[in-house]
Each structure stands twice: as C-alpha cells, then as structure tokens.
C-alpha cells in the first residue's frame, strides 16, 4: 500500500513537471561561425532556470547552410510566412536586423511590453538605429557582430590617394594601387580579400 502511494505521488510530481515547465521556442538562421552564440545562450538561460527552480525552458532550433537546403532568403520568407499566419510556434525569432523594415509591420511595438528602464538600456547605442523601424522597437540586438576594413597608409600616400569611403572609391583606389604596385614588381600585395584584378 505505501508502495502504491509513492508511486503515485512520485507519478503526480512528475506529470505536474512536465505539464506545467513552460517551453519556450527559438529559431535562427546563423552561419557555424555564430552557432555558439545561440547555444551558449540557451545552455545558460537553461542552467540558471535550473538552478533557481524556474520551470523554463528554452530551446532554439537552429538553420545553418550546413543541416539546410535553405539559405538566408528563405529563411526570411520562411518567418515572413510564420509571421504572417500568425504562428505562435516560436517565442523568440532570431534574424538580422537589416530585415527589420520587411519585418516591422509583422511585430509588435516593443514598448508596449518591456518597460521603459529596459528600452532605454538600447536606446542611445546602435539598436535606436538597427532595432527601430519608423519609430517602433521591433527587436533587441543579441550580438553586435562588425568588420573592420584597414588602409595602408603608406601606400595611399605613396600614390597620392585618400582613405575610400564608398565602395567604388574602394575598388578604385585599390585596383589603381595594386596595379601600380605590380607594375614595380610587388606581386605580394593583396587587394580587399584579393578581389581586384591585378592587371
């Protein structure tokens, strides 16, 4: 009779565990080299729900042109129809903020949910800018993610050329510079990623 009593109790525990842990569901799309962003994110969140007796829990569901036969631009038809059935599938989306204009009629105003201490952490950085759209907080940035492009300065000079700052002044400058470096028999020069033509 104890026996019977344990079990039930023990069966009660864990259903209302299982029934009752609140999952919460991401997606991406993220190139191998950002994975670990994601997984490191949720493994945490995860951990500290664990830790703290917080019945969450997070799983992201992750694209990558590796496990995919879609790339970026279905990925983004593929939320774009999500967004626009109205799906509830997924509690946290994931995409690059230079969609937030293809997205921003598909979300919801920010501020209407997270209060306004939490919207002024973003609000002077990069995010008023990339996370806005016409005014309304359409997402928060998860990771800053830039390139960084160097001048050789020497050589500018050498050649009479200033810093570009567009992309054509770009390919000007260094397709001018690499072909003038080899015409004086420096044949170790790279152009940016070795695109321009060295002839």
């Known amino acids: 009779?104890?026996?019977?009593i344990f079990n039930l109790i023990f069966l009660l525990a864990l259903i209302k565990k299982i029934c009752f842990a609140i999952q919460l569901n991401g997606i991406v799309f993220a190139y191998i080299e950002e994975l670990q962003y994601y997984t490191?994110?949720?493994?945490?969140?995860?951990?500290?729900?664990?830790?703290?007796?917080?019945?969450?829990?997070?799983?992201?569901?992750?694209?990558?042109?590796?496990?995919?036969?879609?790339?970026?631009?279905?990925?983004?038809?593929?939320?774009e129809a999500l967004l626009n059935k109205g799906s509830t599938k997924y509690d946290l989306i994931f995409y690059d903020t230079m969609y937030s204009p293809r997205y921003s009629n598909l979300l919801e105003d920010l501020r209407y949910w997270l209060p306004e201490e939490h919207i002024s952490m973003y609000s002077s950085g990069i995010a008023s800018q990339s996370c806005t759209y016409k005014g309304k907080w359409v997402g928060l940035p998860f990771y800053v993610s830039y390139s960084i492009l160097y001048s050789n300065s020497k050589l500018l000079n050498k050649y009479g050329k200033e810093i570009p700052e567009t992309w054509d002044e770009l390919i000007e400058t260094g397709s001018y510079i690499l072909k003038n470096e080899i015409k004086n028999g420096n044949y170790d020069l790279i152009g940016y990623n070795g695109l321009f033509p060295g002839k």
């Open 40 to 79: 490191i994110f949720a493994n945490k969140f995860n951990e500290y729900t664990r830790n703290n007796n917080i019945d969450i829990n997070l799983h992201i569901e992750l694209y990558t042109p590796n496990n995919s036969t879609s790339y970026v631009n279905d990925y983004g038809s593929t939320l």
């Open 1 to 4: 009779m104890n026996y019977l």
